[in-house]
């Protein structure tokens, strides 16, 4: 069975720091990008990271730049995000995806992706 799960979430005051994982099943990694993607309450689904299949290469949102770095564990088919000097805006309930087309993941388009997790709340408030 195909699964993407994420776990990781939760609330934690500015400053602070969670790490999102995401645990595949059913299928590897090897041949599919992964990304993180998030949504906020009233706003538009936005791509935050990902991991190209092509070359490994990592890209980042720009707000989060130097703050969110994504990381791969092959041995356990899982991607992380870990996420430090957290801030009210990245409140969001965050999805991990792992699509085979999605190339050039910085593009972060939703219709490229073929399996998505059911989200984690992160909720930065102090």
């Known amino acids: 069975q195909l699964q993407i799960v994420e776990s990781g979430g939760g609330s934690v005051q500015p400053g602070g720091s969670l790490r999102l994982s995401c645990a595949v099943s059913?299928?590897?990694?090897?041949?599919?990008?992964v990304a993180w993607f998030r949504q906020a309450p009233g706003k538009e689904r936005e791509g935050v990271s990902c991991?190209?299949?092509?070359?490994?290469?990592?890209y980042y949102k720009d707000s989060v730049k130097g703050r969110f770095t994504i990381s791969t564990d092959n041995a356990k088919n899982t991607v992380h995000l870990q996420m430090n000097n957290l801030k009210p805006e990245d409140t969001a309930v965050y999805y991990c995806?792992?699509?085979?087309?999605?190339?050039?993941?910085?593009?972060?388009?939703?219709?490229?992706?073929?399996?998505w997790g059911q989200g984690t709340q992160v909720t930065v408030s102090s």
């Open positions: 995806a792992a699509g085979r087309i999605a190339f050039y993941c910085s593009n972060f388009v939703p219709y490229e992706y073929d399996y």
């Open positions: 059913g299928f590897s990694l090897d041949y599919y990008s």
């Open positions: 991991i190209s299949s092509t070359d490994g290469s990592t």
